[in-house]
């Protein structure tokens, strides 16, 4: 498996090709979309792509951590965390492509 990222210029280049808008609307497109993502995250609203997934925002109170060289007990302060769960379309596809690059070994007595 490597270890590859999508890039915000990648995504505008492929708005570019499938969508045929220049290369500055391609871009301003894939800004505003995920400006308005960030703004509804901010806002604590859940966002939800058909066939992608949900982004959520979950609060998690204070609790009390440990140091792993130390073993000292740490308090860690309340925070709100991103959550993505992802669709049972988005996971299939992500099995299925898996399964097709890697078939699974059948061993022969």
């Known amino acids: 498996m490597t270890q590859e990222t999508v890039t915000r210029?990648?995504?505008?280049?492929a708005v570019y090709q499938e969508v045929g808008l220049s290369r500055n609307e391609s871009s301003d497109l894939v800004?505003?979309?995920l400006n308005e993502i960030s703004d509804a995250l901010a806002r604590g609203e859940m966002v939800k792509i058909s066939s992608f997934g949900s982004f959520s925002v979950r609060q998690k109170g204070q609790r009390i951590g440990r140091n792993p060289k130390t073993g000292e007990e740490v308090p860690?302060?309340?925070?709100?965390v991103l959550v993505f769960r992802a669709?049972?379309?988005?996971?299939?596809?992500i099995n299925q492509t898996l399964a097709e690059l890697d078939p699974p070994?059948?061993?022969v007595a």
Do not use: D, G, N
Not at 9 to 13: G, P, R, T, V
Not at 87 to 93: D, F, P, T, Y
């Open 9 to 13: 210029a990648q995504l505008s280049e």
């Open 31 to 33: 800004e505003t979309v």
């Open 76 to 80: 860690i302060m309340p925070r709100r």
């Open 87 to 93: 669709s049972h379309v988005l996971k299939s596809r």
């Open 105 to 107: 070994h059948i061993e």
